[in-house]
């Protein structure tokens, strides 16, 4: 009889074996960015921030409001081998996943400069394509609902992480650190960010907290 534990057997090997593929051209992008607005009904574009891009937009804004789209929730669920991590030691960041809602910043984008502006956005967000960018159902806080541009996460790529388990998630906290500083440091800056506008993600603070406090 084997004596390995049954949960063992589907435990994610760490680090997991990426294979991102090469980044996207210019090209790439631009097309995905014409396709992307094809879909647009008109009228005023509206982004969604869920995770670094509301404490560091990209984007000018004419108008913000605190918002929230329905299908998708927020998660640690995204392989970061750069930003966040590296490919030997990769680290995570936020993607918006199937299921619940999900609270955050809407932001309507100015006209004047729209194309190249999201071209910027697109090259931040979409280096490999690990997002679809998608028209997310958005209610605003004043209660208007428009269709908000998000990045989603494809499930069926690599860079996909799912929902970990705390004891790997608490490893990567403790270890992973890329160009832009370390998934810790990505997490806590959104959880205030969340906090400071009286949005918070309580199930999220409550799981940094319980794989925290496993470390102590």
Known sequence: MSSIEPTALCR???PPLLD???QQTDEQL???LEQTMRLHDGGPVWLFAYGSLIWRPECSSVERQRARVFGYHRGLYLWSHEHRGTPTQPGLVFGLDRGGSCSGFAFRLPEEGLEQALLALWRREMPYPSYR??????????GTRVRALGFVLERHLPCYAGNLPDDLLLQILASACGRYGTTRDYVEQTIAALRSHAMPDLPLEARIRRCLAAKA
Do not use: M, T, V
């Not at 960018?133 to 806080?141: D, M």
């Open 12 to 14: 994610p090997a760490y």
């Open 20 to 22: 991102f593929g090469p």
């Open 30 to 32: 631009a097309r995905s």
């Open 133 to 142: 960018p998608h028209w997310l159902s958005c209610r605003l806080e004043d």
